[in-house]
């Protein structure tokens, strides 16, 4: 959280994938002094959201209501090709967005001048396309 106020996590592993938002803009936003963080999980296979009915069907409702208004991703369809650019049967994405700057203006973490800045292990698998830039 020190780079940027928000991030978000794909992570899929077997038959399950899940996703996490932590974003400040969105506590700052609704005035929430507690931490709460979307955690929806999808079956891989289906796509459909994990939970049977009711409370919890509910409650994924909720949590991916709140990922469309306060992430980069505002479709269920943009949402989705995030998972799908994890390669394989598994692996973690993590994007971080709203940077923080720095008194200069810049980010503080440059990944356009630097290229030693941010390595990946397998650069390939960061090819996934987030609607509106």
């Known amino acids: 959280m020190r780079i940027g106020s928000d991030f978000i ?25 507690e931490v709460i963080v979307p955690l929806p999980s999808f079956d891989s296979q289906s796509k459909r959201a994990l939970g049977k009915a009711g409370k919890a069907l509910e409650k994924h409702k909720l949590e991916m209501d709140l ?28 994007i971080i967005y709203n940077l923080k700057l720095m008194d200069n203006g810049q980010p503080e973490l440059d990944v356009m001048t630097g290229s030693e800045d941010i390595l990946l292990s397998q650069p390939h698998t960061a090819d996934f396309d987030m609607e509106d830039g």
């Open 9 to 33: 996590l794909f992570t899929k592993k077997a038959a399950t994938m899940t996703c996490l938002m932590m974003s400040r803009t969105f506590h700052e936003e609704e005035k929430i002094e």
């Open 67 to 94: 990922i469309y208004k306060y992430s980069p991703f505002h479709t269920h369809e943009s949402f989705m090709r995030s998972f799908d650019s994890i390669r394989g049967g598994s692996g973690t994405l993590v």
